[in-house]
């Protein structure tokens, strides 16, 4: 199903010859272009015209790197599948609404043809035109909306479903996003707790040390410091006797402005 969006994404911004393309930049790796090009049997030209047009959307990024010998820069390439999906969300949001447009209008207004002409007028212009056919002369007919409707509502329900789709592999794609950076951030988190260790490691090892070259104020100094971190945890404490003392007599109320002060 993503595929098909994608494909879908690529014939709205480039074409449906384009839509190939999706199978190469759907990867999680930046694709050398010059491999796109080899697989989509195009010229390196072509391809990158396909990608800028792309990349015009913001739907495609790139990574480049400078070939040593030759001093020029080669990019590769992956599509941006969120914001390619919430592309073509917006573009058929556009669609819907444009049907409800012609829907309303069908069901407000009377539309007349030729019946010989296959021409259609709205009412404003067959009145114009005293009901009578330019072309050929035959008297204009009211036309019958029931068919036109009922294909262009099936048409609706078919993209309201479509649309249901595409919000459920937006909502996939979030999560899976979601999931990477949490990924990243425990990752960054080992790395941390790793290197705290590390310095706590070097940090005691080097209180040994000194410990052992005497000065007792360097330990009465952490002492201090470790009562200083428990300090607040006292405070709470107090705090709830408080309160709850002050529950038990049943004088909420005022209990609570002082509170507040
Ligand atoms: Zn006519």
Known sequence: MLKKFLKEVITIVVGKQAEGIVELL???????????AKKMDLTINQTRNILYKISDYGLVSSTRKKDKKKGWYTYSWKIEILKSLLFLRNDLIKKISQINNQINSRETK???VCERCNI???EENAMLYDFTCKECGDIFVLKNNEKFLKDIRRNLSRLNRELGLIDEEIEKQRIKM???KMRELKKQEKIKSAARKKASAIRKATKKKSAKKVVKDKSSKKTKSVVKVKKPVKKKLIKKKVVKKKLSKKVKKPVKKKGKK
């Not at 759907?26 to 796109?36: H, M, T």
């Open 110 to 112: 009377q539309f007349y």
């Open 120 to 122: 259609e007028i709205n």
């Open 26 to 36: 759907i990867s999680e790796r930046y694709v050398n272009e010059f491999l796109i």
């Open 178 to 180: 979601d999931k990477k």
